[in-house]
């Protein structure tokens, strides 16, 4: 049954931003039902066009989702900022964030104190050399393909430049259940739907990999070790299963988020090879050098 929320508006903009307050306010909440097209329509007394704009507006921008007959509804993920704030209990450690632990990352003052800090202008060469060679020779080490590098602003920038330049609005990815929540309100923000796959101890079952990849998605997010929530990693047999799987769906753009690297503890197993046509490896260190140390300068 569709929600006792009253929307209001005698545009689709209007009536977008109706929905989206009682989404931010908490009148609306996750699998709340929105009214049929028609039945708003008549209430609000515009066409029915009218209302399929907002809502296709609403659904673009991650806020609702369409489910057949279900009819639309708000998105179980709908973007942070707007949605209300979800209280953790006292007792509870906050985990979504993925933050590293204070007491394990190292003290880098005195390493600091003796950087020079070098001036740059504009149009210079950005990227470090040193940085690229280091990043290529653990990707090698690793039997990654290091062919084409980028260096962006943290993992989730990775991963967000890589969807923007192969999806758009509507696409829909398969992401690991439970998963991430950053990579969750990303691909919610992003207007992507959602295909779910469950998951083990050694990360996502091939059984559940293929079911997702055969539902017409565009692309999956894999995480092959340290991953959040649960911790799971590849081991050899599981990553060669997969590797089965995403041979037999050459289409779909195949993200790893690999967000650890070499400090996660275990080995590090890739789906990706250069056969493939669309694939990307992120990478990052502010797991190892710490957002707290880039505070603490």
């Known amino acids: 049954m569709p929600v006792q929320y009253r929307i209001r508006g005698a545009a689709a903009s209007t009536i977008a931003v109706s929905i989206e307050t009682g989404i931010r306010d908490g009148r609306l909440a996750t699998g ?3 009214p049929p097209v028609r039945d708003l329509a ?11 704009a907002a809502y296709r507006l609403l659904t673009q921008r991650g806020l609702l989702q369409t489910h057949g007959r279900r009819g639309t509804r708000v998105r179980h993920r709908p973007p942070l900022p707007t949605r209300a704030a979800v209280p953790v209990p006292a007792h509870a450690r906050n985990l979504a964030a993925g933050n590293p632990n204070a007491e394990f990352l190292p003290d880098l003052a005195r390493m600091l104190a003796t950087v020079e800090p070098t001036q740059r202008a504009y149009g210079e060469r950005a990227n ?6 280091a990043a290529a020779r653990q990707l090698a080490a690793d039997a990654i393909p290091a062919d084409a590098m980028a260096v962006t602003g943290g993992a989730l920038d990775g991963i967000e430049r890589a969807l923007q330049a192969h999806l758009r609005p509507g696409d829909r990815v398969a992401i690991e259940d439970p998963g991430y929540p950053g990579v969750i309100d990303l691909v919610a923000a992003l207007g992507l739907g959602v295909e779910p796959i469950a998951m083990d101890d050694a990360g996502v079952l091939p059984a559940a990999l293929d079911r997702a990849l055969r539902a017409r998605v565009a692309a999956c997010i894999l995480t092959p070790r340290a991953q959040n929530p649960t911790g799971a990693a590849f ?5 060669a299963e997969l590797r089965r799987v995403v041979k037999r769906h050459t289409d779909v753009l195949l993200i790893e988020d690999d967000h650890a690297g070499p400090i996660a503890g275990t080995p590090a197993f890739t789906l990706c090879d250069r056969k493939r046509a669309r694939w990307v490896v992120v990478r990052s260190v502010s797991k190892s050098l710490g957002p707290i140390c880039g505070w603490r300068c």
């Open 42 to 52: 008549t209430e609000l007394h515009v066409s029915p066009s009218t209302v399929a």
């Open 32 to 34: 709340d039902a929105v």
């Open 235 to 239: 081991d050899a047999a599981r990553a």
């Open 128 to 133: 470090l050399p040193e940085l690229l060679h």
